[in-house]
C-alpha cells in the first residue's frame, strides 16, 4: 500500500540538529532535515545565486511556498531527487567544502552525475543542470515527533 502512495509516517524523535534521515514514500526517497538557526540564516544570504528563490517555478505545497520551504522552519520535508535526470543528490551540510566553492558553500545538497547543487531549503542553485528546485511532498506534522508523508496539512 505504501508503494501505491499511501502515507508514510516518519518518527523525528532522534532526529538531531545537522542530521538527515530519509523514508521511502512511493517508491522515492524522502528527505527530512533538521536545520539550525545558523542554517536557516543562509537561506537569504544566497538568495542571489539561486535559479527560483522564491519558489515560484517549483513543485511545493502551498503551505512550504517560503524562504525555509517547509511547515516548521527547523524541518525540511524533500523528496530526493535530482530535477534534472532523477540521480540522488547527496547532503553536504558541510559549510566551507573546498569541492563545493569553498567559502560560499553554506551547506546542502550536491548531486555529483552531473554536478546540480541546491541549498538546505532544496533551492536549486544557477548555472547547474536542474531546472527547478527539489520537490516538497504533500506532509503533515501529527504530533512534535512523527511526520506523515504523503497527506497535506488540511487532511484528516
Known amino acids: 500500500a505504501q508503494s501505491a502512495g499511501a502515507p508514510v509516517e516518519a518518527d523525528i524523535s532522534k532526529l538531531e540538529v545537522g542530521q538527515q534521515i530519509i523514508v521511502k514514500w512511493r517508491g522515492k526517497p524522502v528527505w527530512i532535515v ?61 559549510i566551507g567544502a573546498a569541492d563545493l566553492g569553498g567559502d560560499s558553500w553554506l551547506g546542502g545538497f550536491f548531486c555529483p552525475c552531473h554536478g546540480s547543487k541546491f541549498d538546505l531549503a532544496g533551492r536549486v542553485f544557477k548555472g547547474v543542470p536542474a531546472p527547478t528546485n527539489l520537490r516538497i511532498p504533500p506532509h503533515r506534522f501529527v504530533g512534535d515527533d512523527r511526520i506523515l508523508i504523503g497527506q497535506d496539512t488540511g487532511a484528516a
Not at 533538521?34 to 517549483?58: F, H, V, Y
Open 34 to 94: 533538521r536545520r539550525d538557526e545558523k542554517a536557516l540564516a543562509t537561506l537569504s544570504e544566497i538568495q542571489a545565486e539561486l535559479r527560483d528563490p522564491g519558489s515560484d517555478e517549483s513543485l511545493q505545497p502551498a503551505y512550504a511556498k517560503n524562504e525555509h520551504r517547509s511547515i516548521k522552519p527547523e524541518y525540511l520535508v524533500v523528496i530526493g531527487i535530482c530535477t534534472h535526470l532523477g540521480c540522488s543528490p547527496t547532503f553536504r551540510p558541510d
